[in-house]
């Protein structure tokens, strides 16, 4: 299934050098318990997901500086095998932050309250090459070159939309972190970022998404449906 070749155009991706149109789903690893990991990665595929996309977030695997966990639902690597043995690909979503509306975007309180996060700053970038090596530990021999089932890799997130830097300075960042990704070996023919709210992509690919829920909406009565699951002429949200 992996001994294949992944690309885009304009308009659409490319799956063996013809048009495809995949479809997309987010599973948080760390957030579920591993023993139902498997059944729930069956039941995206039966539902017509066919690519996993999964932060790796930073705070639950060094809540403590310079102590790592990767066990149990932290375990990286057996979720990506266990993705390889539905025969489902993967986007590996490496922030550093993430978002995910978790604290502080994901980000540990040490590395939050001590250094210039999302930011060019030399201090801070060390931190975020050791965490994408830590990473790449746990993912190596999983990327499609492999035979593996990661077909992309993500940057960040929301970054420029959501806090972080803009213009210019925002490029540079998102170019020193795809780069500095590429140099510890995360090797893929896909490199993502968040696309909506004008958010820096820095000339990687715009990933678009949609919720049927709204758990940051704050008010205490029923949320109205979500737009986002009406077809329409619209591509996904209007504010696209």
């Not at 090797?187 to 049927?212: E, N, Q, S």
């Given at each position: 299934?992996?001994?294949?070749?992944?690309?885009?155009?304009?308009?659409?991706?490319?799956?063996?050098?013809?048009?495809?149109?995949?479809?997309?789903?987010?599973?948080?690893?760390?957030?579920?318990?591993?023993?139902?990991?498997?059944?729930?990665?069956?039941?995206?595929?039966?539902?017509?997901?066919?690519?996993?996309?999964?932060?790796?977030?930073?705070?639950?695997?060094?809540?403590?500086?310079?102590?790592?966990?990767?066990?149990?639902?932290?375990?990286?690597?057996?979720?990506?095998?266990?993705?390889?043995?539905?025969?489902?690909?993967?986007?590996?979503?490496?922030?550093?932050?993430?978002?995910?509306?978790?604290r502080?975007?994901?980000?540990?309180?040490?590395?939050?309250?001590?250094?210039?996060?999302?930011?060019?700053?030399?201090?801070?970038?060390a931190?975020?090459?050791?965490?994408?090596e830590?990473?790449?530990?746990?993912?190596?021999?999983?990327?499609?070159?492999?035979?593996?089932?990661?077909?992309?890799?993500?940057?960040e997130?929301?970054?420029?939309?959501?806090?972080?830097?803009?213009?210019?300075?925002?490029?540079?960042?998102?170019?020193?972190?795809?780069?500095?990704?590429?140099?510890?070996?995360?090797?893929?023919?896909?490199?993502?970022?968040?696309?909506?709210?004008g958010?820096?992509?820095?000339?990687?690919?715009?990933?678009?998404?949609?919720?049927?829920?709204?758990?940051?909406?704050q008010?205490?009565t029923?949320?109205?449906?979500?737009?986002?699951?009406?077809?329409?002429?619209?591509?996904?949200?209007?504010?696209?």
């Amino acid at each position: 299934m992996y001994d294949e070749s992944f690309s885009f155009t304009p308009d659409f991706l490319t799956k063996n050098g013809q048009a495809w149109f995949p479809i997309m789903g987010e599973f948080h690893y760390s957030r579920y318990p591993q023993k139902f990991w498997r059944e729930s990665l069956l039941k995206m595929k039966a539902g017509g997901v066919n690519i996993v996309s999964s932060y790796v977030i930073w705070i639950h695997h060094e809540e403590e500086k310079g102590v790592w966990d990767w066990s149990g639902q932290k375990d990286l690597r057996a979720f990506v095998q266990q993705i390889k043995e539905c025969g489902l690909y993967m986007i590996l979503r490496i922030g550093p932050w993430s978002h995910a509306e978790v604290r502080n975007g994901g980000f540990p309180d040490w590395l939050q309250h001590n250094y210039k996060v999302r930011t060019n700053d030399a201090a801070y970038l060390a931190e975020v090459r050791r965490f994408y090596e830590k990473i790449f530990e746990q993912v190596k021999g999983l990327q499609l070159k492999d035979g593996g089932p990661i077909i992309g890799v993500q940057i960040e997130n929301e970054f420029g939309h959501c806090g972080g830097l803009t213009g210019e300075e925002g490029e540079r960042h998102m170019k020193t972190l795809q780069a500095m990704a590429k140099e510890i070996g995360f090797d893929v023919p896909l490199w993502t970022a968040t696309g909506w709210g004008g958010a820096v992509t820095a000339g990687m690919l715009p990933v678009m998404g949609g919720y049927v829920d709204a758990p940051w909406d704050q008010r205490p009565t029923e949320i109205e449906p979500s737009g986002n699951y009406v077809i329409t002429y619209e591509r996904n949200d209007h504010n696209i």
